[in-house]
């Protein structure tokens, strides 16, 4: 066999009606109503410069072998790494995923276990100069993995029960349990418990595939979440021209298996749902005549899509396929009868398209794509829950690398833009599915962050994310590029100076794949991004300041302050309890390296686990022991505190120790400092 490329003919069609419907893709492994996430601080000290990445803190381009070297030296000296993290005697490291930089720097992801079973929420990442060291570390709960026990006292069938009557609830279609109740530990909101987590198939209201998790309480039965692990999303040379496409020639037969890009193949379901389908084959190397008519004309877009993003991901960002490992993911289309969506699937490890309302308009355009393909990306690093505010951030991030690969691809039939799926026409009136610049255009996507976001729909949230990552590329106002105007707003009405895509591409990606968790929420993401810049330009560089200018633009965190400001953020994540109406305790931050006095707008983040929030009083303490009040017995039976205070700060000496002080003064209800952080704009 051998693999050869050809041309294919797809000129563009008519614009075709089509029902609306939300562009998503596959959800990470769990979900979280509580969002925790916090990312380390960036560099007391890095490079100046303004202009170039530092050339140590760029990834290396990892081929599978040097990739699964690095997994294999992380897993042997696992044991050693949960010992210096203080894990307990009865918790377990996974390595899920390696990354390193040019200067020896290794960033190993993993999974945790407790006592054998798998810890839901208890992802996390360790960096150092070799694999498994853990010089820094971002967990994605600082909750101390202590379930009370993990024996169960419900029976499994229960857990069972309750998935199948949660899977009914929404209408789905041919409901049965795909996997049986398995015992895990649910760490990803709050005490950690013993659960059971049971897996629902069959299909979705809307004919989308169905894997719908439910996690139920197995000491009280009592279900503590559920998530879909299919979720409804959305290149075909119908949009792109005649292109490229690699195939392979076995005889006198032609076939959609791209070998130069680890076995990628293209597949017919011909209306069907379930199974891989036909893979295409034909005599003459030729792939559709660019209508939606003919069966190939989707297929080649599809492997091209495909083809593009694996191309984007290993030449601009250094990763080798989704999982870093060299294999490719493979492509369904002509999925059921006028389904109008498309969706990444974690299971099948594939992308899938429907072929839009009277079957005439296929999902599969170049940004749709490259959105559905970064899904796998995203479950296969940071994980995003699927959910709340990550799950907003897990959309954005698939619609922020569906835009780059666009401008990637440099294809004159779809040119680069900030728009989301402006060629499928879903809306059937030629707008796209989203905007960038103004996510608010759609009539439902928000502009900028507030404190209700996570609880709306993951494809509305992510416009904070978005509109970010269109600021901090091309900043605010008016401007034409490759022909579309954009006008984008910020909510403080002050202006952002953008420093470029290719910056902020960079600086997104080794924020996913090196500081978000699962549990990343947006004031997570500011942390994170600029520990990823600080890395990157120098805590003291513009990209960094534009960086805290960009996300203060969308409502999250406060402005630069001008040049020169810099920003860093310090960090403890020691659990401190909160004994039950008894004497304050506190737990402290030493500030080092700054100059002259704190800032007016000092951003102190409070993260408390306790229920009755009410009946604690909270206070930040100055070096001096001058003391701020940030909270005072408000929050009546709420659980948990989990907030930012701007504190004026102006008139303390910055340097020094500072504390979060905490009183619980009434009866009944106890709990813990889980962490906290000064951050300095």
């Not at 190397?285 to 004309?297: K, T």
């Not at 490259?370 to 994980?383: D, W």
């Not at 560089?541 to 040049?563: K, L």
Request: aromatic share 8%; with cysteine.
């Amino acid at each position: 066999m051998r693999s050869r490329t050809s041309h294919r003919r797809t000129p563009r069609t008519a614009q075709r009606r089509v029902a609306a419907v939300a562009l998503a893709g596959v959800a990470a492994l769990i979900a979280t109503a509580v969002q925790s996430g916090a990312a380390t601080a960036a560099p007391d000290t890095a490079p100046r410069t303004a202009s170039t990445a530092a050339p140590g803190s760029e990834s290396v381009k990892l081929t599978p072998a040097q990739r699964a070297a690095l997994m294999r030296q992380a897993d042997s000296v696992k044991a050693e790494t949960a010992k210096d993290l203080g894990l307990g005697a009865k918790e377990k490291l996974l390595v899920r995923d390696v990354l390193k930089d040019r200067d020896g720097t290794v960033h190993v992801r993993y999974e945790r276990t407790y006592d054998g079973l798998p810890v839901l929420g208890g992802d996390l990442i360790v960096q150092g100069d070799t694999a498994g060291e853990a010089d820094k570390v971002v967990k994605a709960s600082r909750t101390a993995v202590k379930p009370a026990t993990t024996a169960a006292k419900v029976p499994a069938a229960k857990a069972e029960a309750q998935a199948l009557s949660a899977a009914k609830a929404e209408k789905a279609e041919g409901a049965d349990v795909d996997r049986a109740p398995r015992k895990v530990i649910w760490a990803a909101d709050g005490k950690p418990v013993v659960a059971y987590e049971t897996v629902v198939g069959g299909l979705q209201h809307d004919g989308t595939p169905q894997e719908l998790h439910v996690v139920t309480d197995a000491t009280t039965g009592e279900k503590l979440y559920e998530w879909q692990a299919v979720q409804n999303g959305t290149g075909h040379t119908v949009y792109s021209g005649t292109v490229d496409l690699t195939t392979t020639q076995s005889g006198s037969t032609y076939n959609l298996t791209d070998g130069a890009r680890g076995g990628h193949k293209t597949y017919n379901l011909n209306r069907g749902t379930s199974g891989t389908g036909t893979l295409f084959s034909g005599s003459d190397d030729v792939w559709g005549n660019g209508s939606p008519s003919n069966a190939e004309s989707a297929g080649a877009d599809a492997h091209y899509g495909a083809a593009l993003t694996w191309d984007y991901y290993k030449n601009v960002h250094g990763r080798s396929g989704i999982r870093g490992d060299g294999v490719g993911a493979y492509s369904r289309v002509h999925y059921g009868n006028n389904y109008v969506n498309a969706f990444w699937s974690d299971s099948c490890f594939c992308m899938t398209y429907g072929d839009g309302s009277g079957n005439a308009n296929p999902l599969t355009s170049i940004d749709v794509a490259a959105h559905e393909m970064t899904h796998g990306l995203t479950s296969n690093t940071a994980g995003l829950n699927y959910s709340g505010e990550s799950g907003g951030l897990n959309e954005a991030t698939s619609d922020i690398f569906g835009a780059t690969v666009e401008f990637y691809a440099n294809n004159s039939s779809d040119v680069g833009d900030y728009l989301i799926g402006e060629e499928i026409d879903i809306n059937g009136d030629g707008t796209p599915l989203r905007y960038m610049d103004k996510p608010s255009k759609d009539g439902r996507s928000k502009d900028s962050w507030y404190s209700g976001i996570g609880s709306i729909d993951v494809h509305y949230s992510s416009g904070v994310a978005n509109h970010f990552f269109y600021l901090l590329s091309e900043g605010s106002g008016t401007k034409t590029i490759n022909g579309v105007t954009y006008d984008s707003p910020t909510s403080d009405g002050l202006p952002v100076t953008g420093i470029g895509r290719a910056k902020a591409e960079k600086i997104w990606f080794r924020a996913l794949t090196t500081k978000f968790t699962s549990t990343t929420n947006y004031a997570a993401a500011r942390t994170g991004t600029l520990a990823a810049t600080g890395e990157l330009y120098g805590t003291d560089s513009a990209e960094y300041r534009a960086v805290q200018d960009a996300w203060a633009a969308v409502n999250v965190g406060t402005r630069s302050g001008g040049p020169g400001g810099g920003g860093t953020t310090f960090e403890s994540t020691t659990d401190v309890a909160i004994p039950d109406a008894g004497a304050a305790v506190t737990s402290a931050i030493t500030v080092t390296g700054r100059t002259g006095n704190a800032p007016s707008n000092l951003q102190v983040a409070v993260d408390i686990v306790h229920t009755w929030s009410g009946d604690l009083v909270v206070d930040l303490v100055a070096p001096d022991g001058t003391s701020y009040r940030l909270r005072n017995r408000t929050g009546g039976s709420a659980d948990n505190i989990n907030e930012t205070y701007t504190v004026n700060a102006s008139s303390e000496t910055a340097n020094g120790t500072w504390q979060l002080r905490v009183q619980d003064v009434a009866r009944y209800d106890t709990g813990y400092i889980n962490g906290w952080s000064l951050t300095f704009p």
